[in-house]
């Protein structure tokens, strides 16, 4: 893959010339950046902007206007490539907070879904179609990643709704350990894969990589020709051995 041509077209597809994520959300470029914003639950704030040391801090403060007006906290998704050079610094003297940042990766869905990556002993992978699996996917997010249960719930149900995710969730028994989705993104070369959330006595067993695997076969079958994960510091290396290249680094700056 070239890094540089694979960055540009990551970048066209998601942050230039985006599409709504979610029914009610709506996309505006305004001022410089290019922002999403919707009713809950809907991912609001800056995906994209085209700035310098005279504009930057005029557009920040426009997008603290207009997210403020809507009543809803936001994120600017900042990606280490962005310019002015200090704009993260100018984000936090504006009232934002730095999340910790995460790793754009990529690889090819076909290298992906080659690899051999069996169900762990004792657990098995088991597709999310109805609103039992969705519950099982919520209870999981809530324990790794403290997310909250109902806005897990009602995304992942309208996902299912629209046909633009896959879900999956790692049983031991009757208990659920790990669960996953996959968003898929039609009319374009990519499939997101999210989540990936594992239970911690069942980390280094093997689960995240059946999980990868899993969604890799779902997405080839579908013929998306790329997989995209922002990758967290415990995910990037497995990712990297699973052959995902690191195209950039994001760092969600958020305000309330």
């Known amino acids: 893959m070239n890094h540089d041509a694979l960055l540009h ?45 005279r504009t930057a801090d005029g557009a920040i403060a426009e997008q603290v206007r207009h997210f403020g007006a809507l009543g809803t906290a936001f994120e600017w998704k ?15 003297a504006a009232g934002f907070a730095a999340e910790p940042p995460e790793t754009l990766m990529i690889a090819e869905t076909g290298r992906i879904a080659a690899l051999p990556a069996p169900e762990p002993d004792g657990v098995r992978l088991v597709p999310v179609t109805d609103a039992d699996g969705v519950e099982l996917v919520a209870g999981v997010h809530e324990r790794v990643f403290g997310a909250g249960r109902l806005a897990v719930r009602e995304r992942l149900t309208e996902q299912l709704a629209e046909g633009d995710v896959v879900a999956v969730v790692a049983m031991a028994g009757d208990v659920p350990v790990s669960a996953a989705r996959m968003d898929l993104y039609p009319g374009t070369e990519f499939a997101g894969l999210w989540g990936g959330g594992t239970e911690p006595e069942w980390r280094g067993r093997g689960v995240y990589r059946a999980l990868v695997a899993y969604r890799a076969r779902a997405a080839a079958a579908l013929g998306y020709r790329y997989l995209q994960v922002d990758a967290s ?24």
């Open 78 to 92: 900042l990606y280490d490539h962005d310019r002015p050079a200090d704009l993260g610094e100018r984000l936090l």
């Open 9 to 53: 077209l990551y970048e066209s597809r998601f942050r230039r010339e985006p599409r709504p994520d979610t029914p009610g959300a709506v996309i505006e470029r305004t001022g410089g950046v290019v922002r999403q914003s919707g009713p809950p639950p809907c991912w609001n704030g800056v995906l994209w902007s085209d700035l310098d040391e």
């Open 233 to 256: 510091g415990e995910s990037r290396p497995i990712l990297a051995r699973l052959g995902f290249a690191a195209l950039a680094t994001t760092t969600p700056y958020t305000h309330p």
